[in-house]
């Protein structure tokens, strides 16, 4: 190959991956982070209410829970509806782009049940080496 | 529906929702915060130094790459190799083991890419709406 033809398949590798890196850096800022995705998976399972939703996503606190649906709301991924009565009552709904989410959840919970396996797996056979 | 078979939906239909999240909780644990992937991402794309991927992933800091690269060789994910001699040069390779994020790297940057494009959408559209 030529010093100039390498040069430039050099520069499209590097754009490439500074595309992909830029991707995914837009994904990881917006749903990035400890919680947004668990709260989003426990909301498609029918946990709407706050109290709910600090139940099921289990160590969030009330301050940290707050404030992710904020962020949450701010992207637009999700609503929260206010009923007026007596005692007002209060739901946070998903949005049609949470849906959007469903191939990265996915893949998410397919890696982390093989990944549980494998550190079960690996502490096996560390202690059967050394029994 | 009996109120029995209801109570045992309800069940189900929470324990599934708590084995997703408990997976999706050990691919955050693992593989969660700001750098992972995109270190992980950079070095698939031939960059093996140090300073090499400090350049590639945009606002890393010595420090803070220096701890992701420990925690992901601790991981399982890459390997620290130093070849001996004058001077001595140090490369991170990724292990066979990184090759099962693929699926979760490749939905992070499609999911990211059509992320982008939401947010500009949006603001054209809400620039469009003021004039």
Chains 1, 2 share one sequence.
């Not at 995914?24 to 998976?41: E, H, N, Q």
């Not at 494998?118 to 560390?126: E, G, L, P, R, V």
């Amino acid at each position: 190959m030529e010093a100039n033809d390498k040069q430039a398949v050099n520069k499209e590798f590097t754009e490439e991956c500074g595309k992909i890196l830029a991707a995914v850096s837009d994904a990881l800022y917006a749903i990035g982070g400890k919680w947004k995705l668990m709260i989003i998976i426990a909301m498609a399972r029918g946990n709407n209410r706050f109290t709910e939703l600090q139940r099921q996503v289990k160590g969030i606190s009330a301050r940290v829970l707050s404030n992710e649906l904020k962020e949450l709301e701010l992207n637009g991924f999700i609503v929260k509806k206010v009923s007026v009565g007596y005692p007002v009552s209060i739901e946070y709904e998903l949005l049609p782009y949470s849906h959007t989410l469903e191939e990265v959840v996915g893949a998410m919970t397919r890696w982390g049940m093989q990944h549980r396996e494998k550190i079960k797996n690996d502490i096996a056979a560390s202690g059967a080496s050394k029994s």
